[in-house]
């Protein structure tokens, strides 16, 4: 399958910060890929490249097999939503999503057809003539997203969407952000800094750290296998644990997941138990080992501080001294 | 109803002097227009209240002197003086606010240079170059002499205005597949549409009672303040007032006509750093 869009070797620097350093990425046809990474790392600013707001300094940006790296946005056949949703203040629900229709000298009464169409899918045909300031957060969510899917770009770019809107709303509006992509089959280029959105939505994940992907896979590949002990430390709940290997040599460490470990009283390992806190239907346990190495353990049983429990890691990753995964796992 | 708290009474007492302060000059004035003469200028004790009504003075006026070419001379210059101002101040301003905002006001500051220099002394090297240009004489010549004083103010309004619409509409605009003039003119300006039409009044009424320009550059098709000017001199205080009168009307109707539009903050907008 041809790839929709492709980053070759993109490089930006803000004087001395580097937000994107040789970046190579090609998304498929109908993916739905997730840039997660923590906030102004740059995830904002690969996106604005691609949309052609932002020139690399280095590398080539492909749309369709096409080059368009320094074209300007409205030649590039993207479509966006941004963080705060860019509505026009001075135009109606109605007229905003009319905006890229007009612009693309569409007729009046496809338009109109099309409006109506998206203004079902989305439940929002009631309001299609409020301003877009006496409207909810979500449903400014709604109609940035309705404006960005009316027409059929190569690929839709979106940043941090759901970041605005409470808890609640947040959840539902992931659900169906992944039906409608679902539906549409197209390609999403999506931004955020939320892991649960990158596990929920994406078919792919890059982790983007200091302007570099430390990794691209399936998100569960991400926790199950992080290539790097930052992607470790980043994805998941809590940071990954580290012990030094028995096997490997100086400076090389296995790192496991809380939920790798089983608690077991016959157990080889043993840690004290500094802070137990309660999660629901599990307690994660701060202990520190007899090296004086800070682990988090998760346990369905309660312990209190000052006891001493001792377990066993049922798999774990090995890391070299660079921080960067073994090939083969324990 | 509640009584009010005295730091209200206190407020409203202090708006209340600040208007008789600023109305009563041009209470006086329409009560010398509108009087017979032996009521006001010819009174050894005017009255401060309207004893009679007439519209005499303001006929006789008319009838002995040419009011309306001034007055057609003013209008044309200040619209040309409004029009310029936007045509360029807006791309300018625009432009301006795509900088980061500490160059863009060093920018601005530079426009500023022609109002440190006294008047006088740009006014006649200029006017010695119009007339060798055939610009002496004429309202373009004189809007154009005026848009030193008035675009840089305008380009420092429109830039708070500019600066004030988010990134992401612009960038909205482009994605959405608009061109720059259509992103510029079909999103941005009717979204700095206060700040604007602030810039527009602002322009309009500088040139409308500009003096020193005009009076240097337009001697023998003046404009009204010329004209006034000249009246005061030859002691016509009568004459004057109707001049007067009629240098107001237009002022007072272009501000309510135009008012509904502007809001504080857009001022404000413009006026910070």
């Keep these: 399958m041809t790839a929709q869009l492709e980053l070759r070797g993109i490089t930006k620097h803000y004087g001395k910060r580097v937000v994107a350093e040789d970046v190579q990425l090609s998304l ?117 997203l309705a404006r960005a899917i009316v027409r059929s770009p190569s690929v839709f770019l979106l940043d941090e969407p759901l970041s605005n809107l409470d808890a609640r709303v947040r959840f539902t509006a992931r659900a169906e952000l992944k039906k409608i992509q679902q539906e549409l089959g197209q390609t999403f280029f999506y931004v955020t800094h939320d892991q649960k959105e990158a596990e929920a939505l994406s078919d792919r994940t890059g982790v983007l750290h200091q302007g570099r992907l430390e990794q691209v896979s399936p998100f569960e590949v991400l926790y199950n296998e992080p290539e790097t002990r930052w992607v470790g430390d980043f994805v998941g709940d809590v940071p990954m644990n580290y012990l030094p290997d028995p096997e490997g040599g100086p400076g090389e460490e296995i790192g496991f997941r809380p939920d790798w470990v ?23 346990l701060v202990c520190v080992t007899p090296e004086g190495k800070k682990i988090i353990l998760r346990s369905v049983v309660r312990h209190g501080p000052g006891e001493t429990v001792r377990f066993r890691i049922a798999r774990a990753q090995r890391y070299g001294s660079d921080g960067r995964r073994k090939p083969s796992p324990t | 109803m509640k009584p009010l708290r005295p730091s209200r009474i206190a407020l409203y007492v202090a708006v209340g002097l600040l208007g008789v302060i600023i109305l009563y000059p041009i209470y006086i004035l329409f009560l010398v227009a509108f009087s017979p003469a032996h009521f006001t200028l010819d009174a050894l004790y005017p009255p401060q209240v309207p004893h009679a009504f007439t519209l005499q003075n303001l006929t006789l006026a008319l009838h002995s002197y040419s009011l309306i070419d001034p007055l057609l001379q003013s209008l044309q210059v200040a619209f040309l003086v409004a029009f310029i101002a936007l045509g360029l101040g807006i791309p300018a301003a625009y432009g301006l606010s ?176």
Aim: proline share 6%; net charge negative; aromatic share 8%.
């Design chain 1, 262 to 284: 089983e608690l077991d009283s016959a157990g080889p390992l043993s840690a004290s138990v500094e802070l137990a806190e309660n999660m629901g239907e599990a307690n994660y």
């Design chain 1, 28 to 144: 498929r046809a109908g993916e739905f890929f997730v840039i997660l990474g923590p906030s102004g790392e740059g995830k904002s600013t690969l996106l604005r490249m691609v949309a052609g707001i932002e020139t690399p300094d280095a590398g080539s940006i492909f749309i369709d097999g096409r080059e368009v790296t320094h074209l300007p946005p409205n030649k590039r056949n993207v479509s966006m939503v941004f963080q705060n949703y860019a509505l026009y203040p001075n135009m109606n629900v109605y007229r905003n999503i009319a905006f890229p229709l007009k612009m693309q000298f569409f007729p009046r009464e496809e338009i109109d057809e099309k409006i109506r169409a998206i203004a079902k899918t989305l439940g929002i045909t009631d309001i299609l003539q409020s301003p877009v300031n006496r409207i909810s957060g979500g449903q400014q969510q709604r109609v940035a």
């Design chain 2, 98 to 273: 795509r900088l980061p905002p500490g160059l863009a006001y060093g920018i601005t500051t530079l426009l500023f240079i022609a109002n440190i220099l006294p008047a006088l002394t740009i006014v006649v090297p200029i006017a010695a170059e119009f007339i060798s240009l055939g610009l002496y004489d004429t309202a373009v010549g004189l809007a154009l002499l005026q848009e030193l004083v008035v675009l840089p103010l305008a380009v420092f309004i429109l830039l708070g205005a500019f600066q004030s619409i988010p990134r992401e509409i612009e960038y909205q605009a482009r994605v959405d597949g608009a061109g720059l003039t259509r992103t510029l003119f079909g999103t941005l300006v009717p979204l700095a549409k206060a700040g604007i039409i602030a810039a527009f009044l602002l322009s309009w009424m500088f040139s409308w009672d500009e003096f020193t320009f005009a009076v240097i550059l337009l001697p023998i098709h003046p404009t009204l303040p010329v004209v006034i000017y000249d009246n005061i001199t030859r002691g016509n205080l009568l004459a004057t007032t109707a001049f007067a009168i009629v240098m107001t009307i237009p002022v007072i109707l272009l501000t309510v006509v135009l008012q509904k539009y502007l809001k504080g903050e857009e001022l404000a907008g413009g006026l910070k750093g």
